[in-house]
């Protein structure tokens, strides 16, 4: 198995996996009618869809392998997936052998990786989703005019250490409304906060409203940090745990987007909810006597991996399926430069990300 580090946390990567048995679960008597809500927008976000094909377009114009520096997205069917094709990912810059194509994933690098590349000469290809490269270009500028930068987010994340290298000595990681308390500031007139792109909006606003509190003169960013696509995935489950018996996120460990959705469902009405990766890790008892089933997925997980979830309720006698729509969603970002191209020169048809999210 693979062995890829995200921060502080580690993740082994599975072996390829063969489909899982149909007919798995068992369709069992409720008081009532069983349905299912399925929530939209789910899934692949533009950031993400531009960074998959970032590393699949990577091996057509160059072959394999090519190297990844962490995950690409964190999504361990994505990345299994890729690997199979010819990617090889690493922790680190330095495990590339001298002159090979790197690809720095979704959630961004910091300067200091981006230096260590060119150190080895490596082909460098930047995937960092847009929004991400935003939040860097905050912290840059803000370092520059002397403010001193609060960043919200989770220690050892990528994105984080990747924004937090960008304004190294002028930043301080806050992780929950809670350390707010425990600040000390030099200079509490001079103060910005930040965010992580991928952070629960409403965890977010009440760590921000502690801010305020003990720091009224705080400035806010020039607009949210928080990605369009994590506030759209958190309100449309809001509206579906509040008639749900039971939430399945489709989603890995290390999705921080896609464990808030586990967190949201909870908060908002879902009497109980849980993070799958597969849909063959569906357990027969969590649908004992449940009636609605709420169905999303965290922003890096590829639709098939939800279908193969809502085929498997439909053997439970989940088959009545509503789509609960909160936002529609038609942004596409395009692939960094050097992939706009095909190999033989022309414009690809997928320059601006080209894949559908279903």
Known sequence: MAHITNGAIAVDLPTPRVPALRNRLRDTPVNGTKRV??????????????????????????????????????????????????????????EVPE?????????????????????????????????????????????????????????????????????????????????????????????????????????????????????????????????????????AIKKVAVDSDLVIVVGSANSSNSVRLVEVALEHGAKAAYRVDYSSEIKQEWLDGVETVGVTSGASVPEVLVKEVLDDLADAGYGDVSEVVTAEEDLMFSLPKELRKDPQGQTDTRALGGRTAR
């Open 37 to 94: 809500l399925l929530a939209a927008p789910r899934g692949y976000c533009a950031g993400v869809d531009r960074a998959v094909i970032a590393v699949e377009k990577a091996l057509e114009h160059y072959g394999s392998p090519v190297y990844v520096r962490k995950q690409i997205v964190h999504n361990v069917h994505v990345v299994s997936t890729l690997e199979r094709q010819g990617a090889i990912f690493v922790d680190e810059v330095e």
């Open 99 to 235: 002159g090979s194509h790197v690809v720095f994933s979704a959630h961004g690098v910091s300067p200091a990786v981006v230096q260590g590349a060119a150190d080895r000469g490596l082909q460098a290809i930047d995937a960092t989703c847009p929004l991400v490269t935003k939040v860097h270009r905050e912290a840059v500028r803000f370092g520059s005019q002397g403010r001193h930068i609060i960043l919200i987010g989770h220690a050892g994340h990528e994105e984080v250490e990747g924004t937090m290298g960008h304004a190294a000595d002028r930043t301080t990681l806050v992780q929950n409304p809670a350390e707010v308390d425990d600040l000390v500031i030099d200079d509490p007139d001079n103060l910005v906060w930040l965010s992580q792109t991928t952070l629960s909006v409403d965890e977010t606003m009440e760590t921000v409203r502690r801010l305020r509190e003990r720091f009224p003169s705080i400035q806010n960013p020039p607009s949210d940090d928080i990605c369009y696509a994590t506030q759209n995935r958190q309100v």
